[in-house]
């Protein structure tokens, strides 16, 4: 996993909510940074640039904080969103040790379009979100599984999954993560819509 470079400053704690609106406004964003060395210490980053790392790395990218000057390895803990706009309004991070084992969660990507889509069958989707253990330089950026030679009623599970040297994957092996089904759902909706509708006048 590539470690990304994020600026930020010390926020100070007694700024009124009317003066971190404004500062939201303007484009940035408050949040804390938790960890053992630093204890809780408030920030303040760029809203779109964090926006633009968790768009690219998701919520596993590590997180080279530059804290006036001084640098932290971290991680996205929590995003507080807004109620009503849905836009980031807070964040967490958590301080990371790169010699200590981290948990988190990647997200499965597939490549390739089943056979049995071709073939008329739909792609039917499980929990694609893996939970992992490893050490932070040792993180994968994604899984990806090529899904190509998937058949109607075939699935793939976390079994199916390779991790790289050093993951190890913490989620059941059972769990699904896609599956091709029949179009029988589809066919019985349109087969409904057909129907003449009860009571309805002859002639």
């Not at 790289?164 to 589809?186: F, N």
Request: glycine share 10%; hydrophobic share 35%.
């Amino acid at each position: 996993m590539k470690t990304i470079t994020l600026e930020a400053a010390i926020r100070d704690i007694s700024l009124s909510k009317g003066r971190l609106n404004q500062m939201r406004n303007e484009g940035n964003l408050p949040g804390v940074v938790y960890g053992a060395g630093i204890g809780s210490l408030p920030i303040i980053v760029s809203k779109k640039e964090l926006t633009n790392i968790l768009g690219s790395y998701g919520l596993s990218a590590i997180i080279n904080l530059r804290i006036n000057g001084r640098s932290v390895q971290a991680m996205v803990k929590e995003i507080q969103r807004h109620p009503l706009t849905g836009g980031y309004w807070h964040v967490d991070f958590s301080e990371i040790s790169m010699d200590k084992k981290i948990r988190t969660e990647l997200l499965v990507h597939f490549s390739g379009e089943p056979v049995g889509v071709k073939d008329g069958g739909v792609i039917q989707y499980g929990d694609t979100t893996v939970e992992i253990e490893c050490l932070p330089k040792d993180l994968p950026e994604r899984f990806t599984l090529d899904i190509s030679n998937m058949k109607i009623g075939d699935k793939l599970t976390v079994a199916d999954l390779t991790p790289p040297e050093g993951v190890k994957i913490l989620s059941e092996p059972e769990q699904v993560l896609i599956t091709v089904i029949p179009p029988a759902l589809e066919k019985e909706d349109e087969e409904e819509q057909d129907k003449p509708e009860s009571g309805a006048a002859e002639g």
